[in-house]
């Protein structure tokens, strides 16, 4: 039998199965998408109630320490304005007070009728440092929690957290209505029921997709759960829309398979590949600035694709494929050689300058990332107490022990290691006690409402003062006003990057930077300060003529 003939049948054979079989095939990975689809939104719902309690937590336990430190620990008149003042501050501190030893407040602001009786459980000798419990009371299913700060003299802080700490957005649009989370504190207490999930009559409870997540900080556990024929409605048009035209794509659907089976399977690979070898994969240095001084610090290097026709490719578009591909190893290698061929001889002239260079969680599987550390750097221009390697927070590290072994021994080398994007990802505020991390990295997230009085604006208060407790160094990302300086001023962050001082800058656009910064030629903090001391005054006249 000849090759076309094998092959005419063989598309014939193709031609039927597509003719009658289009729609089980669509309707069932459409359905299937639907369904890993609300699975994947019920671990975001849960990850999200999660690290809204673990902040929340954190933040009242902060105010209640620091508190327990300035000794405000009586219900004296000056101690009751002090709790005032932190209940003024705080985005989900209802109420702050005093309880006896026997758990009966003593005082409460904002008061209100006590009655005597006991807020919290009878403290004995056994009793946590940190206590957290629930009341009756609450607001649409979500209680109104307790947390407690044993001090000195026998008596605790305490602290009512508002029901509105949790009342969170359950979910995408097409699944509002049909989503339940629970929230619960241990085993058994309840803190917050939010959703519900309108099973209709007869709807058998097989349907529910549940989902579990839990806080690496506290007995929190987060259960999610959504009714399946809900999600199954993200697909419903595409579902109408394949069955009317999939009898009159199938010869389309044939003709494309046809050809895909004919292009070489390595194609993309190849061009990948080739990529690599041609080192198209370039270094951009994002310089870090001292906002205090105008100093250069140092700079992050981010990874760029310079393709040989002079085409840019951001890193949204072959990043995911590098990482699981497992390119993204070599190319970091590469990427470390270029650095020191480009940068070496400014780092080697100027020592207090640091490279930050990011790393992805595969990279702490095995100790390859320490050989290839320690070759590149040791002897080279850039000195191993010159470079920082990023730990992104955005992927997990699936196991935690032997990336914290990998990181001692980074450590031991003299490299510093920092967590980036710090309250957006999976580990949470966990990675930076279990990892022993030496620089934390505040988000852009976090940062870009800096100045505002919302919550969102707390959370980077909160980082910055669990980093400066941890001993850690900090380092502001995407800093993009000045209004957003000055804020970063007021909590004691001296480092950060971003547009305000600079876009990330092939290797030679970064020398003259430096050298600028170096020798004085330039100091881009002292001409933000200049501009606007320029614009007050000029502001000052205005306000004062109308």
């Known amino acids: 039998m ?41 671990r975001s719902i849960g990850e999200r109630f999660i690290t809204r309690s673990e902040l929340t937590i954190n933040e009242v336990v902060l105010e209640l320490q620091s508190l ?71 607001y649409d299913s979500i209680k109104k929690a307790i947390i407690s700060l044993r001090t000195p003299n026998g008596w605790r802080l305490f602290s009512e957290v508002s029901p509105l700490a949790l009342n969170i957005e359950p979910g995408p649009e097409y699944l509002r209505g049909a989503v339940r989370t629970e929230v619960r504190l241990g085993p058994e207490t309840i803190w917050a029921t939010v959703g519900s999930l309108n099973l209709p009559e007869g709807e058998s409870d097989t349907t529910i997709i549940s989902q579990t997540s839990l806080s690496t900080w506290y007995p929190l556990v987060a259960r999610v759960d959504i009714n399946g024929y809900a999600a199954l409605s993200l697909v419903g048009r595409l579902q109408i829309i394949t069955a009317i035209v999939c009898a009159t794509v199938a010869v389309l659907f044939l003709v494309i398979a046809v050809w895909y089976s004919w292009q070489p399977d390595n194609e993309s690979e190849d061009e990948f590949v080739a990529a690599i070898k041609n080192n198209e994969f ?46 993204i190893f070599e190319m970091t290698r590469r990427l470390m050689v270029q650095i020191i061929d480009e940068v070496g001889d400014l780092y080697e002239a100027t020592p207090d300058l640091k490279i930050s260079i990011n790393l992805f969680a595969g990279h702490f599987k095995d100790r390859t990332i320490v050989e290839d550390v320690g070759e590149l750097f040791q002897g080279s221009p850039i000195k191993l107490e010159q470079v920082v390697l990023e730990v992104t927070e955005r992927q997990p590290l699936h196991d935690i022990n032997a990336a914290k072994k990998i990181i001692a021994e980074l450590q031991a080398m003299g490299v510093r290691i920092a967590l980036d994007d710090v309250g957006t990802g999976h580990g949470g505020l966990a990675y930076l006690q279990k990892l022993g991390m030496d620089i934390v990295k505040i988000d852009k997230m976090f940062v870009d409402p800096l100045g505002q009085e919302t919550s969102t604006a707390r959370i980077a208060d909160a980082i910055v003062e669990l980093a400066e407790n941890l001993g850690m160094g900090i380092i502001a990302e995407g800093v993009e006003t000045y209004e957003q300086i000055l804020h970063l001023r007021k909590l004691g962050v001296t480092a950060a990057q971003g547009y305000i001082f600079a876009a990330p800058l092939p290797g030679d656009a970064f020398l003259k930077f430096a050298e600028e910064h170096e020798t004085g030629t330039r100091n881009i903090v002292a001409e933000l300060d200049r501009n606007y001391e320029a614009r007050q005054e000029e502001a000052q006249p205005a306000a004062a003529g109308s």
């Not at 005419?8 to 729609?23: K, N, T, V, W, Y």
């Not at 004296?76 to 002090?82: E, N």
């Not at 009655?115 to 940190?130: E, S």
């Not at 610090?297 to 990043?319: K, T, Y």
């Open 282 to 327: 370039i270094p951009y240095y994002q310089p870090v600035i001292d906002i205090e001084t105008g100093v250069l610090q140092g700079c992050e290097v981010l990874m760029r694709w310079r393709r040989e026709n002079g085409e840019m490719v951001s890193p949204g578009q072959f990043m995911t494929y590098a990482e699981t591909s497992g390119h």
């Open 2 to 42: 000849s090759r076309r003939y094998t092959s005419f049948i063989r598309s014939l054979c193709l031609a039927l199965i597509f003719s009658l079989g289009p729609l089980i095939v669509a309707n069932y990975v459409l359905e299937n998408f639907a369904l890993q689809q609300a699975k994947q939104e019920a």
């Open 68 to 138: 327990e430190t300035a000794g405000v620990v009586t219900c004296r008149r000056d101690h009751l304005d002090a709790l005032r003042e932190v209940v003024s501050k705080s985005a989900y501190m209802e109420s702050i007070g005093i309880a006896d030893a026997s758990g009966k407040p003593m005082c409460l602001v904002p008061s209100r009728s006590l009655r005597g009786k006991p807020i919290l459980t009878m403290l004995d000798d056994g009793a946590p440092l940190i206590g957290i419990g629930m009341t009756d009371q609450g």
